[in-house]
């Protein structure tokens, strides 16, 4: 079994093995309302865009004013360290073990002192288990065990606050071989995840499914079904949840990036963008007005919307456009996107043009450090591994932003 596909690959699977031209044009091109379980009939064209005038590359047609950038704190965490941030002022973060018990712990670091808490110091389901990835929203903490000796995985979460659970874990969901480890986010004290078939498992031809669960609700509750994979992981921001599902099933192999209004009980679609027929987002998030997107790698014949890079818009163009292999989701606030490259990270604001590169931590090593954060946040969360006068790996610093 392939057990990390393309499409979800985190921080952790890998260690393990609008613009501003577009927003006015808002309004008028919204997408048609969809039922939460009747979702899967409407979806744009594939956008194949050939013409260079709809494309603004932003290195190129920007002006550098690098150097604006507001660092509130900075703090040395642990070797081994992962941070992820949703909202609020807690991050997320898988760290090394305290004891020779668990291969790793879980838990939170505060954004306002530096402290690390854990919270859950060893797998629930017992020994043979892992912890393998993790989320907190201001009210909520969730996590994912796998068995990786039968590929058996759940996903577990528990309300939370003020630094500490407030109740026992609730299992969302599981599964074993046949279906991939959840991808999933936490925003307030909701937790949205993916249930998708493994591509080697014998499930192969089930539809996948995008759930989302509060603390306090005795069951979950289905958002979008697709009839593929889905492409991204999960983002929520402003109360609109970005998936990029399977569309076109009919007709091809294509992937339509969603914009779905939570607020709305049957769960309406606002936007989507059709990428040209086998064409793969790696990453996606609704901004604003528009869809920052990440292509990882070249599409031959599928037009300019199938090169790598990170493209910022929505159907119809024009799209921003920065050419340099994507890493990470986007972040960012209003017609600023902070977009992750492979040393340090790009800030492009569509609406005064301009550009600014952020650069990694002193004796990073060869990646610079990676963004914790996703999509619209307050605080831009970072963090690196950096290495000592001898170039041997020594701890974690992370840094915070403010927007």
Not at 70 to 96: C, E, K
Not at 109 to 126: E, F, K
Not at 157 to 168: E, P, R, S, Y
Not at 242 to 262: C, H
Request: proline letters at 4%.
């Amino acid at each position: 079994m392939k057990l990390f596909g393309k499409n979800g690959i985190t921080r952790r699977r890998f260690l393990i093995g609008g613009a501003a031209a577009t927003a006015a044009t808002a309004a008028a091109v919204s997408m048609g309302g969809c039922s939460g379980n009747d979702n899967t009939d409407e979806s744009g064209e594939p956008q194949i865009v050939d013409d260079e005038s709809q494309v603004i590359d932003a290195l190129d047609e920007y002006s550098d004013v690098s150097g604006e950038f507001n660092n509130i704190a900075t703090w040395q965490l642990p070797l081994g360290t992962l941070l992820f941030h949703s909202d609020g002022v807690w991050s997320a973060a898988m760290m090394a073990p305290e004891s020779a018990a668990s291969p790793n712990t879980v838990g939170v670091l505060s954004l306002t002192s530096g402290n690390l808490v854990t919270l859950v110091s060893s797998a629930t389901r017992g020994r043979r288990y892992n912890f393998h990835d993790v989320r907190c929203g201001s009210g909520v903490f969730a996590w994912l065990e796998v068995d990786y000796s039968s590929l058996t995985w759940v996903l577990l979460a528990a309300g939370f606050a003020d630094g500490q659970l407030t109740g026992d874990p609730e299992q969302l969901d599981q599964g074993d071989s046949d279906w991939e480890p959840s991808m999933f986010t936490a925003v307030g004290s909701t937790v949205y995840w993916q249930k998708m078939p493994s591509t080697n498992g014998s499930k192969t031809t089930e539809a996948s499914h995008c759930y989302r669960w509060s603390v306090g609700d005795s069951d979950s509750e289905e958002v979008w079904e697709s009839p593929g994979r889905f492409a991204t992981h999960p983002r929520v921001c402003d109360n609109v949840l970005t998936i990029s599902p399977r569309v076109r099933a009919d007709e091809g192999t294509y992937y339509g990036m969603t914009a779905v209004d939570l607020s709305d009980s049957n769960f309406r679609q606002i936007d989507q963008l059709v990428l040209p027929a086998g064409v793969r987002p790696f990453e996606a998030v609704y901004m604003g007005s528009s869809f920052a997107f990440a292509i990882e790698a070249s599409y031959s014949g599928s037009g300019i919307l199938g090169n790598m890079g990170t493209f910022i818009g929505r159907e119809g163009g024009p799209y921003v456009y920065v050419a340099r292999e994507p890493a990470a989701c986007p972040a960012g606030k209003g017609t600023r996107y902070l977009i992750k490259t492979r040393a340090s990270h790009c800030m492009i604001d569509t609406d005064a043009q301009t550009y600014a590169v952020l650069a990694c931590p002193d004796r990073s090593l060869d990646y610079g450090d990676y963004p914790a954060s996703e999509g619209t946040c307050d605080l831009f969360v970072t963090y690196a591994t950096t290495k000592d006068t001898q170039g041997i790996p020594e701890s974690v610093v992370a840094r915070v932003f403010q927007l």
